[in-house]
């Protein structure tokens, strides 16, 4: 109940139960689409020329650097034949379907942020947070540098007072709609980039982790938080040219993709430190592209250093992260609490971004070994499937930048 004067206004934070498992078979939607494929993606292979289009309706380029391209076609039946016409071609690498992606899932909410700072409010394990108070008091009086992350996602509402700088809309691209403008029509990324780099200590709704982040903000995701891995691929090349250092895909799916390897793979060549949920469907078995051996892969803990039930666990997980009941924005500047991978995710985006912060020339397979060996052991004594390294500690991992 709140008590007031004629006139008050409040903002109050609501919760929001779960951003749902980047799981392509737990949504009708997405069903839907894969079962219609029109479109494939076609690599062609170094030195030579794609001889035809097989009819296609449209060809774009989806990673030129890749020699990447989505050819899409009037009907599945078409695309099939297609597909196996291109098979059978010596001057195609690989071809697939562009399959569906899915969203997984003293200020004034600060005490909220059990995440950062976990005091045992609301039956939590005291200390079971990242540390971010102790890495503050360590870095306040070092320079730190301004470093990209690329949020790629369902874009980013910039109007926020608590994004005030924060955010680069001119480094943006919004691919499901072919502008340079990335705004946030889902809620999706707006939501994970408050927790990458929210404003600190302004009286405004939340603390960021990482008051020298700014984000790029890249639309793969619809307003239903679907997209395509045609359009992922696009914005992984595109975080890459705009000179990001941390990707963060809280997005993904059940099926791999040899387009989206490869352009993960660009992008590690490039120095970028890619970082992604590991899924919500609760599963022994990672989603993609979180099992990808080229990205750091992201499970969930909630406030008592536990497994979160939700949480994808298994061969490859790399780290844990908070990721229950985390407070961030939606697209409407609503503060709400979510659920899922998809939040513990930017914890370790944030942090890494930290690391550049302090030494901007420091190689990313340098903060991922930072990140792994200065996380809070969990569960059996080393590394283990269901907590990877352990669960992120900031402060620890600030103190290995010297």
Request: net charge positive.
């Amino acid at each position: 109940m709140l008590e007031g004067y004629p006139g008050d206004t409040y903002s109050v934070p609501f919760s929001v139960s779960r951003y749902e498992p980047i799981d392509v078979t737990s949504s009708s939607a997405v069903k839907a689409k894969t079962n219609t494929a029109t479109a494939l993606i076609v690599q062609t292979k170094t030195g030579m020329v794609r001889s035809s289009s097989l009819g296609a309706k449209t060809v774009k380029s989806v990673a030129p650097e890749l020699r990447l391209e989505k050819l899409t076609y009037r009907s599945a039946t078409e695309a099939k034949a297609a597909r196996q016409k291109f098979e059978q071609s010596s001057a195609t690498a690989y071809v697939e379907y562009d399959m569906p992606i899915q969203a997984f899932g003293a200020d004034a909410f600060k005490k909220h942020q059990w995440s950062l700072l976990n005091t045992g409010q609301k039956k939590g394990l005291k200390g079971a947070d990242i540390g971010l108070t102790a890495m503050q008091k360590r870095i306040a009086k070092k320079k730190l540098s301004t470093t990209l992350v690329a949020v790629i996602d369902s874009g980013v509402n910039p109007s926020y007072a608590d994004f005030a700088g924060k955010v680069r809309m001119d480094l943006g691209y919004d691919f499901v709609n072919r502008s340079k403008t990335a705004w946030d029509d889902y809620g999706h990324g707006s939501h994970v980039s408050g927790i990458i780099a929210a404003g600190t200590d302004n009286t405004y709704g939340m603390t960021g982790i990482n008051a020298k982040a700014s984000i790029i903000p890249i639309k793969v995701l619809d307003e239903n938080g679907v997209g395509y891995t045609s359009d992922l691929v696009s914005g992984i090349n595109h975080a890459v040219k705009k000179g990001a250092k941390v990707i963060n895909l809280s997005l993904g799916g059940d099926t791999s993709s040899k387009a989206v390897e490869s352009a993960l793979s660009y992008a590690k060549s490039k120095n970028v430190l890619i970082v992604a949920a590991s899924g919500n469907a609760g599963k022994k078995a990672l989603s993609y592209p979180a099992r990808s051996k080229y990205v750091l892969s992201v499970g969930a803990t909630g406030r008592t250093d536990k497994r979160a039930s939700f949480s994808n666990y298994g061969t490859g997980l790399d780290l844990v992260a908070p990721g229950v009941s985390i407070p961030s924005y939606l697209a409407d500047g609503e503060l709400a609490f979510a659920s899922g991978t998809s939040m513990a995710a930017p914890h370790v985006a944030a942090v890494a971004s930290v690391l550049y912060s302090l030494k901007p020339s420091i190689k990313a397979t340098d903060v991922e070994n930072i990140l792994k060996k200065s996380a809070k052991d969990l569960g059996s004594k080393g590394y283990d499937t269901t907590y990877g390294s352990g669960r992120l500690n900031a402060d620890r991992a600030a103190s290995y930048i010297k």
